[in-house]
């Protein structure tokens, strides 16, 4: 299978604490393309590619807008710049990186690892896989387009059927490396991580999801609570079956913690074929 996403975020932290820098206001356009390959029935690995373009944007005006209507916070975007792109985090005047925005960039690649452990059947029942990932520091970490180090993640995927409904429940783990720097002293610590979702199959062509995903800080007090904070993220989409070998998904993500990215939204192809 091959699978071809975009996906479109808008980021605003703008933010200082007594050892802490962090500037972030962006937009960022993400394209992976990943395949996967079936060793056995129960047994498949995924190499997925992105690469990434940041961006001063065009959406400040319309997202203050947006957020006055709904009552959403607006992070302070409207105190800032307009439009204007800027990323920097430092640590006791070190910088982390040295930010670059525009063209497309490789980011990290992961390469993962995913085994079913359990089968349940068609219209009801329990599955359950295993997925093991290693994030390979193919990204330009002195422009902040990946750590410079090897990262993992242990996912275990659930997914409980009752016909016209699917339910999906992963608990995970990211074990990760203190990053490279231009000389900021960095340390993370690991994250947790917790999907749990819901699936509407309307069709045998079409269905419609929705997902909480969480995942724990990666940083040790900061002092900053965007990035101390865990995160809490809702996403809603669709998937619609083109044909039988060809999956559109649509879905957008709304951050309801601040420190996730504000809002991002995904598009993908997804493709399988069979050798």
Do not use: C
Not at 79 to 91: A, C, K, R, T
Not at 262 to 271: N, S
């Amino acid at each position: 299978m091959t699978s071809l996403s975009v996906d479109y975020t808008s980021i605003y932290i703008d933010e200082t604490s007594q050892e802490w820098s962090a500037l972030l206001d962006m937009e960022m356009t993400v394209v992976e393309l990943s395949l996967t390959y079936g060793i056995t029935s129960r047994l498949n690995i995924t190499l997925a590619m992105p690469w990434i373009s940041q961006n001063d944007g065009f959406l400040d005006g319309p997202l203050e807008t947006y957020h006055d209507f709904f009552g959403f916070p607006n992070y302070g975007r409207e105190n800032g710049p307009v439009d204007e792109f800027g990323y920097h985090i430092s640590v006791d005047g070190e910088d982390w990186f040295d930010a670059r925005s525009g063209g497309l960039h490789l980011g990290e690649s992961v390469v993962s690892v995913k085994m079913q452990l359990t089968s349940a059947g068609h219209h009801q029942g329990l599955s359950s896989s295993l997925l093991a990932a290693v994030k390979i520091p193919t990204g330009d970490e002195d422009h902040g387009f990946g750590s410079g180090r090897f990262d993992q993640s242990l996912v275990l995927l659930n997914q409980y059927r009752i016909s016209p409904f699917i339910l999906y429940l992963n608990p995970g783990i990211v074990l990760l490396s203190d990053p490279e720097t231009h000389g900021a002293d960095i340390h993370v610590k690991d994250m947790m991580t917790l999907l749990a979702g819901i699936e509407y199959r309307v069709s045998e062509t079409l269905s419609l999801m929705g997902q909480f995903n969480f995942v724990t800080s990666p940083f040790h007090h900061t002092g900053i609570e965007q990035m101390d904070q865990d995160s809490l993220e809702l996403t809603l989409g669709f998937a619609v079956w083109v044909s039988h070998d060809m999956i559109f998904e649509f879905a957008f993500s709304e951050d309801l913690t601040r420190t996730a990215p504000d809002f991002t939204v995904h598009g993908a192809l997804r493709f399988e074929f069979g050798l």
